[in-house]
C-alpha cells in the first residue's frame, strides 16, 4: 500500500505535539511521525537564512526538509513562518487513513497556510529570495495539508483562527520636492481581526429496528364431549302390543360429536412509532480580544519662537462636541469650536460650572476618538479662562 507524505503547520509546538500523539494513537507508527526540532530555526544559521545571509548552513532538520521539497516554490513561506516561531509535523499516512489523519490535524489547530502567507503580506513581507529560497527546501503545508506523493492535495480543513498583525518597520525613498531626497521611516498602525467561522459536528445518531419475538400465552376455553352408551335392561312381557312389527327389522343409531380447540391468529396494529430530525437556528455569541496599536504624534517644533505641532497635526481633528480630558484621563469639558488657537468649551456641562471657558490648542497632546491634553484635568481648569 501507497503511503503519501503529509505537512501540517502549528502556530504552537505544543499544538503540533498534541497532534503528533493524537496521530500515534490513532496507530499510525511513531517513525512516520515528526515535528520540526527546536533546533530548526539554528540550523539556518545567525540570520535565519534571509535575504543577507551568506552561506547558512543546511544541516539536520533543514537538510533533511530540502531532500524531500527541494522543488517546492513555497520555500519563503515556510521559512517565515519558523522563524515566527511555528511548528511543522510531517507524517507518513497510509491512502485509506489519509482523510483520518488530516482531521486529527484539523481538530489540534493546524493553520491555514496559505491565508497566513496572505496575512504577511498584506502588513508587507515580500517573501524569501537568494539564500532562503535555497535554504528551505519546504513545501506548502497549513490545515490545506498537501499529500506529497504525487497524489491530488488531501480535503482542505476549515479553521478558526484569529490573525495577529506584527508590525514590521519600513524603510523607502519616497519622492521629494525640488532637488532633495531623504530617509522616511514610518510606523504602520496595526490591528487584529478576529475571523469566526463555524463546521459541522457529528453528535451521533439514532436508529429504529424492527424485529419479531415469540411470547407463549394461554387461553382457557370449554369443550363439550358427547359419549353414546348402550343399555341392556332384562324384560319378560308379552309381544302383542308390537304386533306385526315384531319382527319388523328395525335400525337405531346415535351420532357421538365432541369439540376440540381450534386456534386462530390475526394481526393487527397496535401502535406507530416513527422517527423525523427537527432543525432550529441558534445564535450563539464568541467573545475574544483584539488588539490594535495607536500613534500619538508629539510635535513641540518652534518656528519665530511660535509652536508649530498643533497646525500640523491636530488642528484639522478638533470639532465640536468632541470630548477634552487631562492626561490623567479625567474629563475637563466638550469643544463648542475652535477659534485660531483656542478652544472654546461647552457651558452646558457640569464640569463648566455653567458657563464658556477657554483653552489654548498648544495644550493637546493627541486627538483621536477624544482630546488628550498634555497637562492633567486639575491643572487644565486652573489655566482655562473665562469666555
Known sequence: MSKQTITAFFDTRSHAEHAALALKQAGLPAA?????????????????????????????????????????????????????????????????????AITLLEQHGAVDLEEREATWRSEGWSGSTGAAMATSGVARVGAEALAMTGTAPAAKVTTTETRVAAAVPKTTT????????GKEDMLQVVEEQINVGKRAVRRGKVRLHSYVVETAVSENVTLRDETVSI???????????????????????????????????????????????????????????????????????????????????????????????????????????VDGTTMKLKRMDPASGGQHHLLPTDLVKSADKRVMLSIAAAEAKKRWAAA
Do not use: C
Open 174 to 181: 519616497p519622492a521629494r520636492t525640488a532637488a532633495t531626497s
Open 32 to 100: 512516520d511521525v515528526s515535528v520540526s526540532p527546536e533546533t530548526a530555526l539554528d540550523d539556518l544559521g545567525a540570520t535565519g537564512g534571509y535575504a543577507g545571509a551568506t552561506g547558512p548552513k543546511k544541516t539536520g532538520f533543514w537538510a533533511s526538509l530540502e531532500e524531500m521539497f527541494g522543488g517546492s516554490d513555497d520555500h519563503g513561506t515556510y521559512t517565515e513562518g519558523l522563524r515566527r516561531g511555528g511548528t511543522m509535523l510531517t507524517a507518513h499516512v497510509d491512502d485509506a487513513n489519509t482523510d483520518k
Open 231 to 337: 343399555d341392556r335392561h332384562a324384560v319378560d312381557r308379552p309381544v302383542a302390543a308390537l304386533g306385526a312389527d315384531a319382527f319388523k327389522e328395525r335400525t337405531i343409531e346415535m351420532e357421538e360429536v365432541d369439540e376440540e380447540a381450534v386456534v386462530g391468529k390475526t394481526a393487527r396494529v397496535v401502535e406507530e412509532i416513527g422517527i423525523r430530525k427537527d432543525v432550529t437556528d441558534r445564535t450563539e455569541t464568541v467573545r475574544d480580544t483584539v488588539r490594535s496599536t495607536k500613534i500619538e504624534v508629539e510635535d513641540d517644533r518652534t518656528v519665530g519662537g511660535t509652536r508649530t505641532g498643533l497646525a500640523g497635526g491636530f488642528a484639522s481633528r478638533l470639532t465640536k462636541g468632541m470630548e477634552v480630558v487631562g492626561s490623567d484621563g479625567q474629563h475637563v469639558g466638550f469643544i463648542e469650536h
